[in-house]
Nanobody, 121 residues
Framework: QLQASGGGLVQAGGSLRLSCAASGRSFSSYAMGWFRQAPGKEREFVAHISWNGGSTDYADSVKGRFTISRDNAKNTVYLQMNSLRPEDTAVYYC????????????????WGQGTQVTVSS
């Protein structure tokens, strides 16, 4: 029901925009989040946006570089990633839940399949 796309290979300092398209149901009343998982590491919080886009939150490691946004008319959430670093390399997942609590992974019931982001130095 959540399809993440937009990943790829980019050089350090470059940009990518990830998209997460929802299907099968409307997620316009759901909080949405982006998480990432690097090889050998646990999945970690990246960004969160409230159902109406009025509130956003970011991991300290991406503040000032990443921007989360949503278009409820298109049932899609975005993650604009600028000034990418090699340490941003990971599989990025979008997630949704009506009652998600920001950065807390276990509060998200719906997950996309992930999209690979690789940043070369």
């Amino acid at each position: 029901q959540l399809q993440a796309s937009g990943g790829g290979l980019v050089q350090a300092g470059g940009s990518l925009r990830l998209s997460c398209a929802a299907s099968g149901r409307s997620f316009s009343s759901y909080a949405m989040g982006w998480f990432r998982q690097a090889p050998g590491k646990e999945r970690e919080f990246v960004a969160h946006i409230s159902w109406n886009g009025g509130s956003t939150d970011y991991a300290d490691s991406v503040k000032g570089r990443f921007t989360i946004s949503r278009d409820n008319a298109k049932n899609t959430v975005y993650l604009q990633m600028n000034s990418l670093r090699p340490e941003d390399t990971a599989v990025y997942y979008c997630a949704a839940d009506r009652y998600a609590l920001g950065s807390i992974l276990d509060t998200y019931a719906y997950w996309g399949q992930g999209t690979q982001v690789t940043v070369s130095s």
